[in-house]
């Protein structure tokens, strides 16, 4: 069964750095599209980055040049690094797996504010 466990969030302040950390099970990790995406309260849930099986990746334009996401196979990871954060970078961030498309983890918060 897929489980996927969020975790690193919480509250910085403009400009600074969190990195998040989802930990994945129950399937090939390895074999899947991975995604991260973010909801703030009102909003429609949104996919910031993603990467696929080949390293490939890609991201919103709203967080591009400032999101890194990346993958460590071995360990069934997966990271977003965020840096120069934005009060609009507020949400809670999910992590998601092209295995199952229907399958959402609990999530974790990050808030930005001074």
């Known amino acids: 069964q897929v489980q996927l466990v969020e975790s690193g969030g919480g509250l910085a302040q403009p400009g600074g750095s969190l990195t998040l950390s989802c930990a994945a099970s129950?399937?090939?990790?390895?074999?899947?599209?991975m995604s991260w995406y973010r909801q703030d309260p009102g909003k429609e849930r949104e996919r910031v980055a993603r990467?696929?099986?080949?390293?490939?990746?890609e991201y919103a334009d709203s967080v591009k040049g400032r999101f890194t996401i990346s993958r460590y196979n071995a360990r069934n990871l997966l990271f977003l690094n965020m840096t120069r954060l934005k009060p609009d970078d507020t949400a809670v961030y999910y992590c998601h797996s092209s295995y199952d498309d229907d399958y959402w983890g609990q999530g974790t918060q990050v808030t930005v504010s001074s």
């Open positions: 990467i696929f099986l080949g390293m490939q990746k």
């Open positions: 129950g399937f090939t990790f390895w074999a899947y599209h």
